[in-house]
């Protein structure tokens, strides 16, 4: 199964329900901090931080969001041509002692998501951390797991996932395309 | 990249990319825990011929941060002083598998010949040969101009601005490499100096001449003024002197407060350090809000850390 998997309307209830989950887990947005990885975890983080302020008063979207940049602890960066770093854009409370929630567009292998916490750990001291994607497809090359999931799609290695967000792309999609088997 | 040895051979992309790496690493270093995983398991060697406190420990520091190791290899009390060649010295770097070799050498093109001799396989930085070239420190100059002078700095070169480089042109590897850099960004540069302080075959060189810091302050609004270290072997006696005496030197091309009264509010005050006070520049002037002479030191090492990461962090070029 090739093509658009998931639309608009799909991404948008799927992200509702992530909100929603992520206040029931965790009791209110008292503590919650939303760090997206760039590219795409970025505006799914604001997206999900403005859902939260919809629901839970006083929380304010903009401050509890921030941006967090994994390059410089990719453990693949020798394989690869230079990587541009992004930037990294904390909460001004920062996040020591926070329910930081990571956020990222597809869930693979998990090596960036094992990156993004050696890199959580070098900015602060959370009370948690918990993990919300918008797809995941599978193929873990390490032991981890997402706390929030929008859609589960199961993939073949050689295919890939495409995540189109209107911030950056234009248009609001999720694309599998196929590789040879 | 495979080295970094001038600014000539930058393009205005490869230029921007590395400011706009420092930034991010700048913004690394104001956090509690300023160490980056980064560039672990590689190894950097500072190869010091000359004597350069400075330079050497903000390379040091640049690359502990990045989580690489350090060698320092420093001329003097080393095998090079019982007559080494610089090929014999890489071939032994090569054997330790140095993956980088900061090279700061009293010869103009040293860092050149390391880097194609052919006897490393690792990247050479410049970090200062002769009176050629010294593009770490170029960088961070156009990094501090641009933190200060343009608005949302990210991407952008230093397009319109006009930047005036004061003292001994003729033997500043900063300047040099300042020149190439600042044109390639986009920015005006005047230099300013007595015509014995100038080199020869300066005509293709993109820039106007003044001599007299007055001259110059009289011509189109200054946005940077960087005052140059006058070497002081350089300054006065017999035949060889390039200028009658530091008092003349001072009243001509000095910085004071009067001089700084004249420049635009927003203008910035800059020096490669170390300084001569009360010689180039005076307390008045390098001690005011303007300076941003210590913050070049800070800048320095995100810099530093910038290029080190574009040479080594990629996969191997071979």
């Known amino acids: ?61 903009h401050e509890r969001c921030g941006a967090l940049d994994i390059t410089m602890y990719r453990d693949d960066l020798h394989r690869q041509p230079t990587r541009t770093i992004g930037p990294t854009t904390l909460p001004s409370q920062g996040i020591d002692d926070a329910v930081v929630i990571l956020v990222d567009d597809v869930f693979h292998t998990g090596r960036t998501i094992r990156a993004a916490l050696d890199a959580v750990k070098d900015v602060g001291r959370p009370q948690s951390v918990q993990l919300a994607v918008l797809v995941d497809r599978g193929h873990r090359e390490l032991p981890i797991r997402a706390d929030f999931v929008g859609k589960n799609i199961p993939t073949a290695r050689s295919e890939r996932v495409d995540v189109h967000l209107t911030e950056i792309d234009g248009d609001d999609a999720v694309i599998l395309t196929g590789g040879e088997r | 990249m495979k080295h ?50 400075r330079t050497r420990i903000s390379f040091e520091a ?58 490393l396989h690792g990247s050479v930085v410049n970090a200062g040969d002769g009176t050629h070239q010294h593009p770490t420190q170029a960088l961070l100059d156009a990094y501090t101009m641009r933190r200060h002078l343009v608005d949302g700095s990210d991407g952008k070169g230093l397009d319109g601005l006009h930047i005036a480089i004061v003292g001994d042109i003729l033997h500043s590897r900063v300047a040099r490499s300042n020149v190439h850099l600042l044109t390639t960004l986009g920015a005006k540069v005047t230099l300013v100096a007595p015509p014995t302080l100038l080199p020869v075959g300066m005509g293709p060189w993109p820039v106007t001449v003044a001599h007299g810091l ?102 191997e070029h071979m």
């Open chain 2, 62 to 119: 640049a690359a502990k941060r990045l989580s690489a190791d350090v060698i320092n290899f420093s001329a003097k009390g080393s095998s090079v002083s019982k007559g080494e060649s610089l090929k014999d010295t890489a071939l032994t770097l090569q054997a330790m598998g140095a993956d980088a070799v900061v090279i700061r050498h009293w010869a103009s093109g040293a860092a050149d010949q390391l880097a194609h001799g052919g006897w």
């Open chain 2, 214 to 315: 007055d001259a110059a302050l009289d011509g189109p609004e200054i946005d940077a003024v960087m005052m140059l270290r006058v070497q002081r072997e350089r300054m006065t006696g017999g035949g060889t002197a390039f200028f009658p005496s530091p008092q003349e030197y001072t009243r001509l091309f000095g910085l004071d407060g009067q001089r700084m009264a004249r420049l635009p509010e927003h203008a910035i005050i800059m020096h490669p350090g170390p300084m001569n006070r009360g010689l180039e520049i005076s307390a008045e002037a390098a001690d005011s809000p303007r300076s941003v002479i210590v913050e070049q030191v800070a800048n320095g090492v995100a810099v530093r850390m910038a290029a080190l990461y574009l040479l080594l962090a990629g996969e």
């Open chain 1, 1 to 61: 199964m090739t093509g658009t998997i998931l639309g608009a309307p799909d991404i948008d209830r799927a992200l509702t329900r992530i909100a929603h989950e992520i206040l029931e887990r965790n009791g209110g947005a008292a503590n919650i901090v939303l760090l997206g990885i760039p590219t795409r975890g970025l505006p799914l983080a604001e997206r999900l931080a403005a859902k939260i302020a919809t629901v839970e008063r006083g929380f304010d979207a």
């Open chain 2, 4 to 53: 970094l040895l001038g600014t000539q051979d930058l393009s205005r992309e490869e230029a921007v990319l590395i400011l706009d790496t420092a930034t991010q690493m700048a913004a690394t270093q104001e956090r509690e825990i300023r160490k980056l995983p980064t560039l672990r398991g590689k190894t950097v060697v500072n190869l010091f011929f000359e004597d350069s406190t």
